[in-house]
């Protein structure tokens, strides 16, 4: 199994970044993804969910509103489409996948290698 996260980079405050992970080796469709995201110094926060059909959606109270998550079954890929980013927003992005419920942490089988978002006052 491989989830493979890229999209992270460097942008000013203010701006917009989109991460992708592309997934390989597992039934994707059955997946729940979830995203997550680690500062340096700081613990792993859990930043949002979509389940398999991705009719149901979650998102952590520090980047609700700025932040979305979608996912394209056909292509094995899930998104997370980043807005209004601000420089507290740095930080290692991770995507993972859990036949549990998204908001479980404990529960995600599968992670990503982590893509660094860096992001500039």
């Known amino acids: 199994v491989q989830l493979q996260a890229s999209g992270g980079g460097l942008v000013q405050a203010g701006g917009s970044l989109r991460l992708s992970c592309a997934a390989s080796?597992?039934?994707?469709?059955?997946?729940?993804m979830g995203w997550f995201r680690q500062a340096p110094g700081k613990e792993r926060e859990f930043l949002g969910g979509i389940n398999y059909s991705a009719a149901v959606l979650g998102y952590a109270d520090s980047v609700k509103g700025r932040f979305t998550i979608s996912r394209d079954n056909a292509k094995n890929t899930v998104y997370l489409q980043m807005s209004s980013l601000k420089p507290e927003d740095t930080a290692v992005y991770y995507c993972a996948a859990t036949l549990g419920w998204y908001s479980q942490e404990a529960g995600y089988a599968y992670w990503g290698q982590g893509t660094l978002v860096t992001v500039s006052s």
């Open positions: 080796g597992l039934a994707f469709s059955k997946y729940n």
